[in-house]
């Protein structure tokens, strides 16, 4: 069933980096990121590669599932290698030239590290949402935000934007399915036909699917009037996010390899 | 003085339109949906309203807890008008509500996150959040789902949560709009349960809104509306027993009162005032000369 899907891909667990506060994951994750285009060779970028690839033994997650994470960006890596395969211009001899195809040996070496880039920059943006609940997600993330409150930006309306849509994902995939099921009972055929004609068979769906969504968002503020709530100000929370020594220990063991990281680019 | 502290919720002559307005903000069509309403409900009551679809009583309830500001009139609750935008959200924790659709009015994507939402919105400290969110959970017999996800529950269920997160702000008076109409029978017993535990352990103030008969029968006291206006307000074996008024205006009365005046209509003695089976079963047995089992 449609219902059955999961949101964000989170998978509970007890490890390390699941117990981590998760405003630390998020910073740590951008500097993981960051690192990643700083590394210039092969050294630096199979140590990158191998800190995520441990952290995935430490949050207990399996293999399988990380490469589930790759399965849709497996064009863009494969249109990325063939690109940077075909149209680097090395020194000294190609070591293929037939026809239109010259490949020459730095071609093969920035395409592969491209690929062994884009696959540890999924691998490692995966690992925040496969240990980090998307409601703690949106808590960090209104946490980390809150500075530029100063500055005017709705921060406290963001998040709690983003923690209605998250509850409200399954609810409408459900009305979608039931939707699809009563237009189908009624004779509509929306899997048959051209592009065209299938995109003209989601009309009867999405009109439906949009005025319902229209009643539930007007009934779910008067709800929630009705449980006093009044925008950000003065509110508290149920979860507190602390930091704890966990947090600043990793935090370290990041920077390290980060470090590692740039002054590899210098030595070698 | 007496008078304000006893009753929770008190109207006077109350009256409220729906107006549509041309582009240039003038009036083309108002509606008058409630019609000089006087009301006083007690601490600690649990009424029951009834009424016909569109006869004004969800439109009632929604000015039970300043949702909706009456064009005439006056509500007060505690002795506080309902109009008065400093105090609204003494109001609002004071008078809780429970709208129908069960998915309509839980906002967070885990169970105990929505019933602090309420407390979050007061700016009660954590721990003290904690606490009472544990305590409304237990109460709803919810405790053991607080860390499942709203959908993965079953209407009841939802329905309860969402009673959970209105008595975790701990009102005195909770006014529930047809809480039970999009429910199966099972949900519909479970939340029924809720309420009454709520109104006999806590005493907790209910007005219950519903088209179901045999729950309305189950109240102290039942507020029966038409067009607007109240127009009977009696407990539940008195209202019940004037079958014809109650037909007139398209309601029905429960099963067994039903019963009982069709056979009354057939000549045969039985009291009009039954509105339980075992009441009416008694009755029965007692036609037949035997006794209780």
Redesign the interface.
Known sequence: ML?DITIGQYFPGNSIIHRMDSRFKIVLDIIYVIMLFVAQNFMGLAVAAIFIFMAYGVANIKFRLMLKSLKPIVPIVIFTAVLNLFFIKGEGNPLVDWWIFTIYWEGIETSLFMMIRIICLIVGMSLLTYTT???ILTDAIESLLSPLKKLHFPVHELAMMM??A??FI??LI?ETDKIMMAQKARGASLDTGGLMKKAKALVPILIPLFVSAF??AN??A?????????GGE???????LKASPIDFAVTALVLTVFGFVIVNNFIF | MIGDIVNIIETKDLEFEYQTLDDDGKVIESNKVLKGINLTIPKGQFVAVLGHNGCGKSTLA?HF?G?LVGSKGKVFVNGIDTADDDKI?DV??NV??V?Q?P????????V??DV???????????KE??RR?DEALNTVDMYKYREH???QLSGGQKQRI?IA??IA?EPDCIVLDEPTAMLDPKGRKEVMATIKKLNREKGITIVFITHYMEEAAQAERVIVMDKGRVIMDDEPKKIFSRVEELKAVGLDVPQVTELCYELRKEGIDIPQDIITEQDCMEHILKLFGKDVL
């Not at chain 1, 003065?234 to 507190?240: D, F, K, P, S, V």
């Not at chain 2, 998915?103 to 994507?109: E, K, M, R």
């Not at chain 2, 602090?116 to 954590?126: D, I, K, Q, S, T």
């Open positions: 219902k609940s998307p409601i923690t209605i998250l509850r399954p609810t459900e009643k539930r009934e779910l008067m709800a929630m009037e009705c449980r006093c709530y009044r003065g509110r508290t929370r149920l979860r507190q | 929604k807890n949702i959200y609002r924790q809780g509500m709208f659709n998915d309509n009015q839980l906002v967070a994507t885990i105990e996150e602090a939402f309420a407390l979050e919105n007061l700016g009660v400290p954590p959040i904690r969110v996800s709203p959908h969402a997160g209105v702000m």
